[in-house]
């Protein structure tokens, strides 16, 4: 009983750092398949090479990502927060019900203050964000520690696994890599089910805002809401949810009839999804259920935030399969004993 508190006290105190490594492995499984297409098409002998540019493929997007993304996101906030005060007079005027209450009740004046002191405390919106210097450090540290890890996995991986294989029985060698061949294509099966997803997620979210900015003749940054539909998208259950916010906030800044046409849209397409081609595809290239995946993800947020929620599923799959094989020879061996 006391090594089993112990043992908890000390999982808990080192869950970040686990979560990391679990999340450079899986990322390492995930892209395997990218450094040896690269090695094929480029012709590249040296592993080492073909990861390095896999690498600098992805480093690229991302950066030419988040430079697309995260400034006009910026700007729109800090100008909405800016014309809070002006947007509070503004109701104030009207001839609206709502606006007759809100003077009833001698609301109005703290409507103002309130409106003013709001804008006055968020203004610099972006440099607030930045000056919380250790959470910015930190999160810098958590990804490139990943990111370094999953290299050298990449890299160094292969030669550890047939090391492995190499120290087993004959008999069990190939037991043990028929089984991590499984788990590889699980792990690989999920992670390509949910960028296909969230690509698709993000290309609809794009055509829609395309043609509701036209429509409304409101101007939007359609790319940029779209990425954020398709980044979000990759994280299981809680992505989707967490892109629709964002964008219907967004689109809030511009227009509240854009925000609510948005937030139908989000409604119909994820209901259709999650009915259609969601658990289609997600039963073809996955192992887990929809009971597991929920409880998967459950755990992995409460252990390691989104981080967790992402790296928790594949592990949850790697573990099925594992219990399934325990079950399987035991199963088989059962026979044998009693004959």
């Known amino acids: 009983m006391a090594a089993a508190i112990v043992l908890f006290k000390l999982i808990g105190q080192i869950s970040h750092i686990l979560t990391l490594i679990f999340a450079a492995f899986f990322l390492a499984l995930a892209l395997n398949p990218v450094v040896s297409w690269v090695r094929r098409r480029l012709k590249i002998e040296s592993r080492a090479k073909a990861t390095a540019v896999s690498y600098l493929m992805v480093v690229v997007f991302l950066a030419v990502f988040f430079a697309l993304v995260i400034p006009p996101l910026i700007r729109q906030t800090q100008i909405f927060i800016k014309e809070v005060p002006q947007t509070v007079a503004?109701?104030?005027?009207?001839?609206?019900?709502l606006a007759r209450a809100v003077e009833k009740y001698h609301l109005d004046k703290r409507l103002s203050e309130g409106a003013k002191s709001f804008a006055s405390n968020y203004s610099d919106f972006g440099g607030t964000i930045l000056d919380t210097g250790?959470?910015?450090?930190?999160?810098?540290?958590?990804?490139?520690?990943?990111?370094?890890?999953?290299?050298?996995?990449?890299?160094?991986?292969?030669?550890?696994?047939?090391?492995y294989f190499g120290s087993l029985p004959e008999r069990k060698?190939?037991?043990h890599r028929r089984l991590a061949n499984r788990m590889y294509k699980s792990v690989s099966g999920f992670v390509n089910g949910q960028v296909i997803?969230?690509?698709?997620?993000?290309?609809?979210?794009?055509i829609t805002l395309e043609i509701a900015g036209q429509v409304?003749?409101?101007?939007?940054?359609?790319?940029?809401?779209?990425?954020?539909?398709a980044v979000f998208g990759i994280i299981p259950l809680f992505g989707n949810p967490i892109a629709a916010i964002l964008v219907v906030l967004v689109s809030l800044l511009n227009s509240v009839t854009l925000a609510a046409v948005m937030a139908i849209y989000f409604i119909i397409y994820f209901f259709i999804e999650n009915h259609t081609f969601q658990p289609y595809l997600q039963s073809r290239l996955n192992e887990l259920t929809?009971?597991?995946?929920?409880?998967?993800?459950?755990?992995?947020?409460?252990?390691?935030?989104?981080?967790?929620?992402?790296?928790?599923?594949?592990?949850a799959s790697a573990v099925k399969i594992l219990v399934e094989d325990?079950?399987?020879r035991r199963q088989h061996h059962k026979p044998e004993e009693e004959a």
């Open 216 to 229: 409304m003749n409101v101007s939007t940054n359609a790319a940029a809401l779209a990425g954020i539909v």
């Open 197 to 206: 997803l969230a690509a698709v997620a993000g290309a609809f979210a794009f």
């Open 326 to 328: 325990h079950f399987e």
């Open 290 to 315: 929809p009971l597991l995946v929920f409880i998967a993800a459950i755990i992995g947020v409460s252990l390691g935030g989104i981080l967790g929620a992402v790296v928790a599923i594949p592990a």
């Open 134 to 163: 250790k959470r910015v450090a930190e999160a810098v540290v958590s990804v490139f520690a990943v990111l370094v890890m999953t290299f050298m996995m990449l890299v160094e991986g292969p030669k550890w696994f047939e090391l």
């Open 173 to 175: 060698r190939q037991h």
């Open 90 to 97: 503004n109701f104030q005027s009207q001839d609206s019900s």
